[in-house]
């Protein structure tokens, strides 16, 4: 993508940083738009103003943990996050991937196991709570029908009241939020734990559900989910309360690609034709493509 492409909040906000404009380009956009320096090898994370706060929170986190010696992607030694207008950026660490396959997930499962058995963190993190925002991109949204918005409503406080009664095993503590195969980077052998802006403190199961979601939706083997909670340390297979955490994330996928619906992205809209299609039906076990 070419500079004339990039918004120009974008580039005023690498100029604060003191970061070079020139050759920036985009290197994927979905919740967050995310660009590369390729001069500086730095990744600028862009997202909304209104997650400043989140934002600001996730860098602090990544700092502590790789303080303790924990493999994550590191933000730059920068006051951040930066804000312009309505946009804010966080600036992190390129760790090119040339190509290579997202890595195998048990190294995940090592990753959290260490990131779980951490004690507090010297800052005050959120409490995690699932589809926090997900009623009011529904109720913003200008795509969805009034029928599937009710629908999702609808579904979305049923299942969490059921989340509410779950019992839980693993106890509270730090939690990545979005934590799956597909957050890691390879960095020579290491691989690292990235994205970083839905840490928070919860139930550690969440951040497990995640990858075994990927064998719902998304083609990962059984081999590579034993190989990710035998890393771990835990099996959570058997544990009535996963296939709730399935159904959250099942709705937690849908953010993302309603609001970018919203903005005219046919793919993303087609996407979302599919996934609530699926989901409307019952069918717990349909394949969702990734774009």
Known sequence: MTISLISPVVIRLCERAGLPSHGLRLLHRHATGVYLIPDRSVVVRVSRAS???????????????????IAVTEPLALDQPLVDNDQAATFWTYYPQYGRPT????YLGTLLRRIHALGDPPLP???????????????????????????????????????????????????????????TLWD??????????????????????????????????SE??????????????????LHTLLDLRDLHTLGAYIRRADAGDQTAAAHLTHRLSTLRSGDATASWLLD
């Open 224 to 241: 590579a989910i034993q190989a990710f909670l035998t890393a771990y340390g835990q099996n959570i297979l058997t544990w009535p309360g």
């Open 51 to 69: 997650d400043r706060s989140r934002l600001h929170t996730a860098v602090q986190v990544a700092r502590w943990l790789a303080d303790h010696g």
């Open 125 to 183: 993190l959120p409490r995690y709570q699932p589809l926090a925002d997900l009623a009011h991109t529904l109720k913003a949204s200008t795509c969805l029908s009034d029928d599937d918005r009710v629908w999702l409503l609808d579904r979305r406080n049923h299942l969490l009241s059921v989340y509410e009664q779950l019992d839980l095993h693993l106890g509270e503590g730090v939690i990545h939020g979005d934590a799956y195969p597909g957050n």
């Open 188 to 221: 020579g052998d290491t691989v690292r734990l990235g994205d970083w802006d839905e840490c928070a403190i919860g139930p550690r199961e969440l951040d497990l559900a995640n990858t075994v979601h990927g064998g719902r939706r998304f083609g990962r083997s």
């Open 103 to 106: 890595p195998p997930a048990h």
